[in-house]
């Protein structure tokens, strides 16, 4: 049986304890030193946000009516840095709170620096806007599927903070960049909307750009590769001779507007005037009399035959000897 005494002593140790850790008022807010999660091999607080902290502290918060689940707002007062994060457990030592290490990362905290711990309540997000460090990340054969399950172990989120996660034995920084409707907001059942920004070591691919040329040099390549035009191999430029070795009647000029023509329309020119038959008469200047052959393209022809030519033309054409068939004498085999 507990006497009267007794009971007055617990009770006024009770109130002594919570007046030298601060506790006033119907809010939760006190102050701890912080230390990381690896100093008392508990690292499973790494993927997520949550803390743990002493059994005096969930005393107090189950005496005031607060909304569940517990949300706290974390003060470094040096630095003016704030977070938000949930509580897991109340197992730490009296005077200590054990966090993630990258949440104190983010607060610019060092082992044993002080954190002021508040409670709060955070609006439901609708938006959260997450940009990730490295584009490594985005290798990840399906990284929705991954990011899904690291949130399940997040309470809230804050704008400005870099949450970690982990994969394949590899860690993958990722920013808040911005969260609605709040610069802070609680992720617990709610459906949020997930948007990705451009990772930041991310380079869009530049377009290649040909080397501009000066003119100088543009006009020196024109100039050389007319040159290599002229000294290509030009096919049927010759002169061409007749069988009986009369000049062509071919007209003179011709000569001019052939040695200008381009290479390609000289060879056409020339392939059609010597491998088609001329049948179509003496409508075309170009083509010879029916029955004639004519080896190779007038164009260059010597200036000589083409004056006898003019002048075979203007004499009779009765003195010229005609060909007759079977004009031979004929011998009897009889004496």
Known sequence: VTSLGEVEAKTCSKML??????????????????????????????GGDKVIMPPSALDRLASLH????????????ATQRISHCGVLEFVAEEGMIIMPYWMMQNMLLQEGDTVRVKNTTLPKGTYVK?????????????PKAILEKTLR???CLTTGDSIMV???????????????????????ET????DFAPP????EPENPQQPSVPASEATAEDENAKVEDELKFKPFTGSGKRLDGKASKL????????????????????????????????SNSTRQKSGKLVFGSSANNNKEPQKASVKDDESPKKDEPKFQAFSGKSYSLKR
């Open 166 to 188: 982990a994969y394949n034995n590899k860690q993958y920084y990722i920013d808040i960049v911005e969260t609605k409707p709040a610069s802070a907001v609680s992720i617990i």
């Open 153 to 155: 172990n997040f309470s």
């Open 251 to 282: 007209q003179a000029t011709e000569v001019p507007s052939a040695s200008r023509s381009s290479p390609s329309d000289s060879n056409k020119r020339v392939n059609q005037e010597t491998l088609a038959p001329a049948s179509s008469g003496a």
């Open 200 to 203: 930041l070591d991310y380079k």
């Open 66 to 77: 607060i909304e569940y689940p517990m949300l706290f707002e974390l003060h470094n007062d």
């Open 17 to 46: 304890f919570y007046a030298g850790y601060g506790y006033h008022g119907s809010n939760f807010e006190q102050t701890y030193r912080c230390y990381p999660a690896s100093f008392f091999d508990k690292p499973h607080l790494e």
């Open 130 to 142: 997450l940009q990730p460090h490295t584009t490594d990340f985005l290798d990840i054969s399906n």
């Open 191 to 194: 459906d949020c909307e997930v």
